[in-house]
């Protein structure tokens, strides 16, 4: 009988939880998922070309709470094993929690702004 052990150099994906369009003030989690044989030695994960973080492979999530427009941006996810490297990337946006007046929420514009 036959055994094999293939290696391969990390496949990566980022995911993005609740979504990629984030409204203001929710929490955010960033998860680097990768699939690597042998194992993952370090995961660094950028926000717009600067690291937020670096470690090993047993945390692989960035945490927000409270987005916020300065947390929009393209996130990049780039994992190492002894084999090579591979990575994924992501765009977060902002949606606006814009609160309007109730007036404006029917089209009713007050004179005052007139």
């Known amino acids: 009988m036959y055994f094999f052990n293939i290696v391969d150099q990390p496949v990566v994906s980022i995911i993005s939880l609740p979504s990629t369009d984030?409204?203001?003030g929710s929490n955010v989690s960033i998860v680097?998922?990768?699939?690597?044989?042998p194992k993952v030695?370090?995961?660094q994960l950028f926000k717009d070309g600067k690291s937020v973080l670096h470690t090993d492979s047993d945390h692989n999530s960035l945490d927000m709470k409270?987005?916020?427009r300065s947390?929009?941006?393209k996130y990049k996810c780039i994992c190492r094993n002894i084999i090579g490297t591979g990575g994924d990337e992501i765009q977060l946006n902002v949606l606006c929690k814009?609160?309007?007046?109730?007036n404006y929420v029917y089209g009713i514009i007050p004179t005052d702004i007139i």
């Open 22 to 24: 984030i409204t203001e």
């Open 32 to 37: 680097c998922k990768s699939d690597a044989n």
């Open 41 to 43: 030695l370090d995961l």
């Open 66 to 68: 409270n987005f916020t």
């Open 71 to 73: 947390h929009a941006g």
């Open 98 to 102: 814009c609160l309007l007046p109730f």
